[in-house]
């Protein structure tokens, strides 16, 4: 992580500056018919949940980066956030973190996505776009307490030329223990994981398909009923997650992913209202923001 956070500045009509801690950047600088950058309905900011007193202290909105990585069969990366975390613990968010002084929105997510996970995507091997920017405050709620950190989000598009099996290991080697996932034991030659999961951040990892992915992105946290998703799921997604054996094989219910942000009470192990967002938009096509 950064010792030094980069902050978003903000400028509109010839005004701006840095955007101050609690203040919803979204509704200040954004005109209402631009999506430039949008946040949940029951955002704090939005709500006005930022006192003074909550502000002291806070420096300003932190800018971070996360990134959606598509294989070429089309399954999409998700991790599970780990429980000891303070801030969204044991919710489901694409790898991300905060932007280092000086560093651009791709060189910061790649730097992320192998701090988090140990995968390492080579130049030539990805393409990417700008999926979006999302206003994003902890708690996200004001019915779980005052705002204690907010960040505007640049959620990026990557997309390999690898397929899921070869993003999940790589070149074959000998060694000790039970082989990673998708390599069948029998072999006597196991292969060389390429994720390397880092146990202070992430508990688990996903490789989710279309359907689901589409599913997730159409429950829709504080909207009213949800927009079409596809009508067959399967009751179960597979999961490689951290035991203190190393990497296990599990299967958690789909509904888990399908949970929608609670209005009051503890919060849930569920997907991010964020990534939500940011799926809709990977789902609407390369059409979306920035395509490189």
């Known amino acids: 992580m950064a010792s030094a956070r980069v902050l978003v500045h903000a400028r509109r009509a010839g005004a701006g500056g840095a955007a101050a801690f609690g203040q919803s950047v979204t509704g200040v600088f954004c005109p209402a018919h631009m999506d430039v950058a949008l946040r949940p309905p029951f955002c704090p900011a939005k709500l006005g949940g930022a006192t003074p007193g909550d502000r002291e202290g806070q420096p300003g909105v ?12 089309g399954h999409v990366l998700l991790t599970r956030r780990a429980t000891t975390l303070r801030h969204f613990p044991n ?14 929105l791709v060189a910061a997510g ?14 030539g091997t990805f393409s ?18 005052p705002p204690r950190c907010h960040h505007i989000v640049a959620y ?14 790589g070149g074959p080697y000998r060694g000790w223990g039970s082989p990673p996932m998708g390599v069948p034991p029998s072999t006597g030659i196991h292969a060389q994981a ?44 597979g999961i490689t997650e951290l035991s203190a054996h190393g990497f296990r094989s599990s299967q958690i219910p789909t509904g ?28 609407a096509g390369p059409g979306q923001g920035q395509q490189k």
């Open 62 to 73: 932190a800018a971070a980066v996360a990134v959606l990585l598509e294989a070429a069969c």
């Open 91 to 104: 919710v489901w968010v694409p790898p991300g973190g905060h932007l280092e002084p000086g560093e651009e």
């Open 110 to 123: 790649l730097r992320e996505l192998a701090e988090e996970t140990g995968l390492h995507l080579e130049p």
């Open 128 to 145: 990417w776009n700008l999926l979006g920017l999302w206003e994003s405050l902890f708690p996200p709620s004001l019915s779980w307490g």
């Open 156 to 169: 990026l598009g990557l997309r390999s030329a690898e397929p899921r099996q070869q993003l999940q290991v």
């Open 194 to 237: 390429r994720l390397c999961l880092s146990p202070c951040e992430v508990s688990a990892v996903a490789w989710l398909e279309p359907p689901v992915l589409e599913a997730i992105a159409a429950t829709e946290d504080g909207a009213e009923g949800s927009r079409s998703s596809p009508g067959e799921l399967p009751a179960t997604v």
């Open 256 to 283: 888990i992913l399908l949970r929608r942000a609670p209005a009051h009470g503890p919060d849930l192990e569920r997907v991010s209202t964020g990534t939500k967002f940011a799926l809709g938009r990977w789902r």
